[in-house]
């Protein structure tokens, strides 16, 4: 059974439902793999997208120039405004984004961004004549399949790295992202995921070293493989995310328990139906999202676990159903809920499938602190 | 073939992704079910959760004494804010949330809480009697088994109502949701479960009414039913929230076509896999949401179907996968995908399966109104 007095706070003044961070889980999570990964020879280069708060920066970011990666522009553009200046936009660039990009790089900020089109690389060469601007590139490698990027052996890796290094482009290095590693489900899968993920950016470095173009960043990374690493020899960095407030989804893969969730939802019991064993919370889609991204794994939550306020997990019940404000609470295993234990108006915190996809729901966190009894607001940064 | 020149817009120099709102067809889509439900001799109380911003509200409230319906109490603020003054807060009340209620009826806002069990309404009067205010409240009635609510025959029902008539709560009607509605595929279905919440709503109040408690307010609604029902009357209003935007799950039930769907997801085409057929485009769940709403429609359209912009649809392509920023788009029927006619830097409407998810992604809505070429930036109502 798990128990977790960190749970018991004194948030009982906020209306639900609000997203719950617990400091201390949070930053003993980030703690934990930045140790692992320096302790390996490599930099973490943690993933913003998470978070998404300049309120968290300074937990990630132990200094200004500390390496940061973003998902869209508009991060890049908050940790700017901060003064944080070594940043990758590991999103494919359009050249739309290309003007924002350029203001960023004149005000000092090493903003790099990845392609994997001969197009895109065109694109950027062709701005930077234009525009009297060399913007720092990446290119990305597939090393699985999973979504983007160009084999590490491929010829075309070859001409879009030269296509770079000979225009107006500063081509830097190579990126990848084992998004496969998210079926995995035992320590061997995950070690050797990891280790492919390594290898693939190792090749590819090499056969641009081969083809006589210096590679200085070799980034790779995700939840999974950067907590399964046995050797970073030849590996600059490595990215994460989704490890600060870790969920469900991870601690089905392995690489977390479920009292490492930092994030949670705080919900208040609105109905009940006892015909159907149906408890009905005030936390829909709208607080939790649709994510149902522990619906192909081994244990499958619905759309988030249960712990009452009193730190303990409902071990035969989860979230169901969601609507854009109701959720239900229903058995798992046929066994009924004790609904005297969660009267109307009693709290329960929902555990997030995908803390990215719950997190990107709420404008604002609710940070507690064990330690302190603080109470910190955090302000995720909206848009793109 | 779709053919909609109304996509055509100068909005080119917006960055992508960002939500794209056809006016003229939001207009359409609003006077046709008004008409309708008027013209059977019921208000329509339009729901807020879809659009869920100030700016819209005009269009959806024609007086400030227009009825809406809202599910949070922060909707009610911002519209009381604005002079509105006839809301139903259509969740199950919490204890917590009374202070709020409580202050928007001092203001002289008419809002009604709903229930379901006697627990909230020994809360409602409790906290009536303590703090000398006289709370408006509905009933929730469960017409199909869908969510919450009291079966209309239940004794269940007539207790609830005369500890709130007896109580110093002010009990003025029945509320229910054809939740049940959203899997009717056919008209012949769609009437049967409008008829059915028409009855189910009837049969609500005349038990009431036997029982010597009033029940002034009828009130009924779902975008599905709400567009077939046959007679209304003792119906007293109709709810309806997706009905403005549409999406691809109302095309699916029936109730709208293709080119009725005024939100679409603007977004730039990033790279191409052409040994999986694949585009990259830079809308994921962030821009579209995770919602798969159309997953058990006799046609899934995965993560959302696609229009070019010279409006056309594309017929073997949808958004098969999403990533918090990524999108890929594949063919659904194994016919490959003209990569010269979506270039890298492209853009594309990504049409949503669930409107009022794909909306909640957005912090601003971009409205273009093809009579007077004007653009208009919405801003959406965030949080509880």
Known sequence: MFKNSEFKHNDETLDTP??????QIFLRNLERLRKEIEGLGAALRPHFKTVKSLD????????????ITVSTVKEAEALASEGYTNIIYAVGISAEKLPRVHQLLSKG????????????AQILNQYGNDNHCTVPVLIEIDCDGHRGGIRPDSPLLINIAQLLHHGSADFQGVLTHAGESYLC???ASLRAAADNEVKAALKAANHLR??????????IGSTPTAHSYQDLNGITEVRAGVYGFFDLIMAGIGV??????????????IGHNKEKGWLFID???MALSSDRGTANQPKDCGYGLLIDRSGKLLLHHQVITVNQEHGIVGSVDGSSIDFDAYPVGCRLHVLPNHACATASMHAHYHVFDTHDNSHEVWTRILGW
């Open 18 to 23: 609000f997203l719950f961070v617990d400091k």
């Open 56 to 67: 968290a920066a300074p937990y990630l970011l132990l200094e200004k120039a500390s390496p």
């Open 109 to 120: 900020v090493e903003i790099r961004v990845l392609l994997d089109t001969v197009e895109q």
């Open 185 to 187: 489900f035992d320590q």
């Open 210 to 219: 081969c083809a006589d173009i210096p590679c200085e960043i070799v980034s």
């Open 256 to 269: 977390c328990n479920i009292n490492d969730i930092a994030a949670s939802v705080v919900t208040t019991v």
């Open 283 to 285: 936390a829909g889609w």
